[in-house]
């Protein structure tokens, strides 16, 4: 028989291994059925479920709340078929039914062949972040003073209670025109323009 030595493979793949499980940020694996098949460590922390409870498990059925699962399968099965995806936001459940925001990128996971085995996904906790968002959009609403904000492209996408108060636009009536060709008298727009 013909042998190979492996012993620099197998090394590296410890470390592949160690690194995953000891990164910061939580990482899981499924296989091609959706089954659990990875969990490091900080995965664990922020779900608080330990690995045993996991591995083996379908991560859409039993971890996801069930008005996202066909949108989370969405996108593992897009992976499965070497479409990843990236900052995909989902809510998930904790082991003490805490909810959390998490931002997840999808990454296909193959063998040496270069075959489908898999799904990695490597997360981010955002509920702090949307717990800003929120809060600094109630404090723009609420704020007494005008307060309205263009996108890059002149496009209102702020407009607070106060300009409604004082102009009469609804935000409904104003999200998504232009500032400056709708809602500023000619004698002004080039100026307001600039």
Partial sequence: ??????????????????????????????????????????????????????????????????????RVQGVLDQALSGDETANFEFPLMTKAGVRLEVLLNATTRRD????????????????GRIAQEREYSKLIDTANAPIFGVDTHGKVNVWNQCA????GYSPEEVMGHSLVEEFITEDYQASVQA
């Fill in 164 to 167: 409604m108060k004082l102009v």
């Fill in 112 to 127: 040496e062949q270069g075959n489908v085995i898999g799904v990695v996904g490597i997360g981010q906790d955002i509920t």
């Fill in 1 to 70: 028989g013909i042998g190979q030595d492996i012993t620099g493979r197998i090394a590296q793949e410890r470390e592949y291994s160690k690194l995953i499980d000891t990164a910061n940020a939580p990482i899981f694996g499924v296989d091609t059925q959706g089954k659990v098949n990875v969990w490091n460590q900080c995965a664990m922390r922020l779900v608080g479920y330990s690995t045993e409870e996991v591995m083996g498990h379908s991560l859409v059925q039993e971890f996801i709340t069930p008005n996202h699962r066909s």
